[in-house]
Each structure stands twice: as C-alpha cells, then as structure tokens.
C-alpha cells in the first residue's frame, strides 16, 4: 500500500502512474501483472486497473534499468485525474497464479505530474 500526499500541490491536472519492480535472473516469468486501486478522500477519485510490467522481452533478455544482479522493469504509463489538494492511497497485488514470486525483490508505483495530454487514461473509471 502507498500514501501520496497531494495537499501540498495546486494546478496539478492528473498524475502519470506505472508500476516497477527489480527481479533477478531466477525469477520464472516474463512479467508481472498486477492489480492497482487508487482512491481518494473523495469518493470521486476511485478506479482500479491493472498493469503490466515486462521484466523479459520474449527472447529472455532483461527489459529495463540494471543494478548490479537486479533487474528493473516498468509498465506503461496510465494517466490518472487527480483532484486537488486530496490524498491519493494506492493498492498494489499481484494477480499471478503463484502466491509467492521467487526472485521479487521491489515493487513500486511511479507516481509523476502530467498534463495528461496523449497518455492512456485508466479503463477502471
């Protein structure tokens, strides 16, 4: 679970989110789907959607950042309305058929301003 505390911020539209995650070389799949809801003090903000993150190409080759035996992969941005001046709290699960990932080490959101111009918007509206 995440807390972003908005209340600090004016003139912000929206936010780009994606979900990360650092695995090393003994994690068995190729990526991680995972399940993201996101709300709000205000029950206007609420949605969820899911999102993949490609650790491996279908070659098997690392996608992503490296930090030394750590891979890093990232989902593609959603864009997610924000309204201002609210607390944003956000839900993370996984949604593969195996409870526990072997070789997970991090997982995260990356929560960004955006004018949300050209971004995919959140199909769970």
Do not use: W
């Not at 030394?68 to 989902?75: A, K, P, V």
């Amino acid at each position: 679970m995440f807390i972003y505390d908005r209340s600090h911020e004016s003139g912000v539209a929206g936010y780009e989110l994606t979900f990360e995650a650092r695995v090393d070389a003994s994690y068995a799949y190729k990526n991680i789907v995972a399940s993201v809801l996101v709300n709000g003090k205000q029950e206007t903000g609420i949605f969820a959607d899911t999102l993949v993150c490609e650790v491996y190409d279908g070659n098997g080759n690392p996608n992503g950042a490296t930090a030394g035996i750590l891979y890093q992969g990232s989902s593609e941005p959603i864009y997610i309305d924000a309204i201002e001046g609210d607390t944003l709290f956000m839900r993370v699960s996984h949604i593969m058929d195996n409870d526990e990932l072997g070789g997970v080490y991090d997982v995260g959101l990356r929560i960004c301003p955006s004018s949300g111009r050209g971004q995919r918007q959140s199909s769970g509206k």
